[in-house]
């Protein structure tokens, strides 16, 4: 099993150096369920939340904690994004989530794309609950990433 790089040699946590790593194009894809009833899912396509819109605010939720992420994550690394993109799509079971993030940079992006689509499943149930109140958020996970020592497609 591979070593855990946030720990040094006596087990303190530290901040991984990626100087030396080279740069390279990244590219990580996340995504997450937020499921909800039947009736829910009506006054989401029929516009009638208390709130407003919640695909459209979660977009933009999940959008801006990409860009947040460092300051979220002790230890992440601060990255330029060059893309950060959050589709909310409407299914049977409730809202499908997906999140793009890219940067050219000698560390992933895959913490950006995961709590992207983090913020936008919590905006959708923040922006839900007047209406429902069991929402369930589940199966956020990676899908993919690219760039780096070794790319990663999910298989299931």
């Not at 950060?84 to 049977?92: D, K």
């Amino acid at each position: 099993m591979t070593e855990l790089s946030h720990y040094d040699e006596s087990g303190r946590v530290r901040m991984v150096d990626v100087g030396d790593k080279p740069t390279s194009s990244r590219t990580a894809v996340a995504s997450g369920k937020v499921l909800l009833k039947p009736e829910t899912i009506a006054a989401i396509r029929d516009r009638a939340t208390p709130k407003g819109d919640p695909l459209e605010i979660a977009r933009i939720a999940g959008i801006m904690a990409a860009k947040k992420t460092p300051e979220l994550i002790p230890l992440c690394d601060q990255i330029n994004l060059s893309k950060a993109v959050v589709t909310a799509e409407i299914t049977e079971y409730g809202v499908r989530l997906e999140a793009t993030a890219k940067t050219t940079s000698q560390t992933g992006v895959e913490m950006e794309a995961l709590t992207a689509v983090t913020v936008a499943a919590l905006t959708i149930y923040d922006m839900c609950k007047a209406v429902q109140k069991n929402i369930e958020i589940s199966e956020i996970r990676l899908e993919s990433k690219t760039g780096g020592k070794a790319d990663y497609v999910r298989e299931d």
